[in-house]
């Protein structure tokens, strides 16, 4: 069901810079759809992190950022914290699916 | 402040219905300005959108899922709910409610509720 792709881990240490790619196709991020991040915690609500491609709702600290070209976009933690171990998941809208598509999901490790 | 809260069934049997209900506080589910969605994450895999109500009880589903989903409305409790009919061991999963918010041309989901886990198994 997921036709975004995204790796799955990442890491770094505390300070340190993480991005996270989300790849699609044509019939999503490629035809012009935006891209939305969440943050997933165990035992907690998931958590709009970014939405319309690059736009932090009130509250979203300004490490976290937002970018998107071609079929492709990126989340990028800057002054990575401990706190932002999680998995994280873009999100999009398919043509050929026909409704609303997630990423493989990515695990962010601080080392 | 808008919140979500999951409430149904932990266990349901094999060939049985899931039935689970998102009692929603801080807004008017019948309000028309919002989309109210279903969102599961099954063991080790990830995020997958089920379906969602809005105004006037209409609906969108998942291709994949629709012959077996039915999602509405009960606007006096303030709820809107999730049957998911045939279930298998390929249906055990955490359920999240959402609302779902649009400003024409793109669509997210915030908030989220806390998530129900509901296990397919006799």
């Known amino acids: 069901q997921s036709v975004l792709t995204q790796p799955p881990s990442v890491s770094g240490a505390p300070g340190q810079t993480v991005t996270i790619s989300c790849t699609g196709s044509s019939s999503n991020i490629g035809a012009g759809y935006d891209v939305h991040w969440y943050q997933l915690l165990p035992g907690t609500a998931p958590k709009l992190l970014i939405q319309g491609n690059s736009n932090r709702p009130s509250g979203v600290p300004d490490r976290f950022s937002g970018s998107k070209s071609g079929i492709s976009a990126s989340l990028a933690i800057t002054g990575l914290q401990a706190e932002d171990e999680a998995d994280y998941y873009c999100q999009s809208y398919d043509s050929s699916l026909r409704g609303y598509v997630f990423g493989t999901g990515t695990k962010v490790t601080v080392l | 402040q808008v919140q979500l809260q999951e409430s149904g069934p932990g266990l349901v049997k094999p060939s049985q219905t899931l039935s689970l209900t998102c009692t929603v506080s801080g807004a008017s589910i019948s309000s028309g300005t919002y989309y109210w969605s279903w969102i599961r994450q099954s063991a080790g895999k990830g995020l997958e959108w089920i379906g969602r109500?809005?105004?006037?009880?209409?609906?969108n589903y998942n291709p994949s899922l629709k012959s077996r989903v039915t999602i509405s409305f009960d606007t006096s409790k303030n709820q809107f709910s999730l049957k998911l009919t045939s279930v298998t061991a390929a249906d055990t999963a955490f359920y999240y409610c959402?609302?779902?918010?649009?400003?024409?041309?793109?669509?997210?989901?915030?908030?989220w509720g806390q998530g129900s886990l509901v296990t397919v198994s006799s």
């Open positions: 959402a609302r779902g918010v649009t400003t024409g041309t793109t669509y997210w989901f915030d908030p």
């Open positions: 109500v809005y105004t006037r009880g209409y609906t």
